[in-house]
């Protein structure tokens, strides 16, 4: 099997629960990914995309100010988006198939839109 080193990676970790952060900071760390940027909400995390460079996101469905879906539009479209075609890896508890399929609607118009 091969090996890969993510210590390079710069991660971005989006959830409004502390547990869950924790669970995913420890999963990444396994990884090997050592810089993992953490927010609660997503106006945090907006912040740190504007002042540091981030190669992926993982962030929750479900959120209290905003959910994973708008803001993945907005990383997408916004016009003062740093890294529009960021990878996002959508994290949530629900997984209902409408979730899975709106999640995947909205990565294919987003990045289609951004594109442009």
């Known amino acids: 099997?091969?090996?890969?080193?993510?210590s390079g990676l710069r991660a971005l970790?989006?959830?409004?629960?502390?547990?869950?952060?924790?669970?995913?900071?420890t999963m990444l760390r396994a990884f090997?990914?050592?810089?993992?940027?953490?927010c609660t909400d997503a106006v945090q995390a907006f912040e740190?995309?504007?002042?540091?460079?981030?190669?992926?996101?993982?962030?929750?469905l479900k959120l209290d100010d905003i959910d994973g879906?708008?803001?993945?539009?907005?990383?997408?479209?916004a016009s003062d988006s740093q890294n529009p075609r960021m990878p996002i890896i959508m994290v949530t508890a629900y997984s209902e198939r409408s979730?899975?399929?709106l999640s995947r609607?909205?990565?294919k118009c987003s990045t289609a839109a951004s594109a442009r």
């Not at 090997?32 to 953490?38: E, T």
């Not at 740190?48 to 929750?60: H, N, Q, Y």
């Open 1 to 6: 099997m091969r090996e890969y080193d993510l």
């Open 13 to 25: 970790v989006i959830d409004d629960n502390r547990h869950f952060l924790a669970i995913m900071r």
């Open 32 to 38: 090997g990914v050592r810089q993992i940027f953490d």
């Open 48 to 60: 740190v995309l504007k002042s540091s460079e981030i190669d992926f996101a993982m962030i929750d």
């Open 69 to 77: 879906l708008e803001f993945t539009s907005l990383v997408r479209s």
């Open 99 to 101: 979730n899975v399929w």
């Open 105 to 107: 609607l909205v990565q």
